[in-house]
């Protein structure tokens, strides 16, 4: 049996586990992006058809939760802050910087697979501001030019 195969075995389990529960779609959806690592229209598709709701109610779900994505994501995920904090201290001239070095829009993974880059809301570490987190590592009083040197480790 094939990976892809396995992990629609492991779906289909999930969506066994929760039929006929009010709210499936939520924990049905969780399954699916910690399986395949995102949640991609054919995954989509394959909820819907299993549980009977439209594609619609599906992607609706998937795309108003902040915590599915609809791509993969990087290897390295970077998360800049723009929460009051950091936005003051410019985190904005921080991110443009990561966009520019690593030639990804916000919200996009570099073409090697290898960088997501997002923009977020309070990391909660607004005394370091402004901040970013990579992968969980939390780099903070950034200035624009110390993004290549810190991109450089990964």
Do not use: W
Request: proline share 5%; with cysteine; aromatic share 8%.
């Amino acid at each position: 049996m094939s990976q892809q195969n396995e992990k629609y075995e492991q779906l289909k389990a999930a969506i066994e586990e929760h039929r006929g529960e009010k709210g499936a779609l939520m924990p049905i959806l969780q399954k699916a992006q910690d399986i395949f690592g995102y949640v991609p229209k054919d995954v989509q598709e394959f909820i819907a058809e299993s549980i009977g709701c439209t594609l619609s109610e599906v992607y609706g779900v998937a795309t108003f939760y902040s915590q599915f994505t609809l791509e993969p994501h990087g290897e390295y995920v970077i998360g800049v802050c723009l929460g009051t904090a950091c936005y003051v201290k410019g985190s904005q001239k921080v991110l443009d910087k990561i966009s520019e070095e690593l030639k990804v829009p916000v919200g996009k993974t570099t073409p090697d697979g290898k960088f997501t880059l997002n923009a977020t809301r309070c990391l909660g570490a607004c005394g370091l501001a402004p901040v970013m987190m990579i992968n969980g590592e939390v780099y903070g009083r950034l200035v624009p030019e110390d993004i290549p040197g810190i991109l450089a480790k990964y």
